[in-house]
């Protein structure tokens, strides 16, 4: 067997397992993608100052996460949770060394994510590999291997204890006149059965 034909029965075998294993997360009972921000007892408080009467808003109306919200997360195994914060958005973010550089007509962007182990298992994965950003058409783009001086990626694998958090960067490359519009982070490299999303456009 050739090397070509054995890397080539590589990336099918690859394949596969990927394929396999969307499947048998998905199997669990769908997917889903929580745009809900995880509300503190203050946040969900009255306000009710100055006597002023409080102001009241459609029980319906749709709750948006947006930049600095928390959203809740499962992953596949009941005891894999994360509590995951959109803390930062830098456009346009200057590589930070001289060797690296987003491809022609297209720039680097960098969000900054807080990942709090919630569950009873220690997060461990690759961020960036359950990031992503969409443009207002909907166009969604994957996370590139590249640092930014926006500040320090995440370590891979992260690797987080229960209850304990880790802040990093993820960097996308889209094109220079994409408008974008959201970002989506998953557990489990995104394989999990559930999605956050937040507004950023």
């Known amino acids: 067997m050739s090397a ?4 080539t029965a ?18 669990t009972g769908g997917s889903s993608v929580s745009t809900e921000p995880k509300q503190s007892a ?14 009241s ?11 600095g919200d928390t959203i809740s997360l499962k992953g596949n195994d009941p005891a894999d949770t994360a509590d995951v914060t959109l ?29 709090k182990a919630s ?10 590999n359950g990031a992503k950003v969409l443009d207002a058409q909907g166009q969604a783009y994957g996370s590139t291997i590249a640092d930014t001086k ?19 960067f993820v960097t996308f490359e889209v094109p220079k006149d ?7 982070f998953g557990l489990d490299s995104g394989f999990a059965p559930q999605t956050g999303q937040w507004k950023i456009g």
């Open 178 to 184: 994409a408008k974008l519009d959201k970002a989506q």
């Open 42 to 55: 203050a946040a969900s408080a009255p306000s009710n100052t100055a006597g002023k009467p409080a102001e």
């Open 57 to 67: 808003k459609p029980a319906d109306a749709p709750k948006v996460a947006k930049l």
């Open 87 to 115: 803390v930062k958005v830098v456009d346009s973010a200057e590589p930070d060394n001289e060797f690296t550089h987003p491809g022609d007509g297209k720039r680097f962007v960098a969000i900054q994510f807080r990942i």
């Open 150 to 168: 926006a500040g320090p990626s995440f370590q891979v694998p992260a690797n987080i204890a229960p209850g304990e958090s880790a802040l990093g």
């Open 119 to 128: 569950g009873k298992k220690a997060y461990s994965d690759a961020p960036g």
């Open 10 to 27: 590589a990336l099918l075998l690859g394949a596969a397992l990927v394929t396999l294993s969307a499947t048998a997360c998905n199997s």
């Open 4 to 7: 070509t034909t054995r890397r």
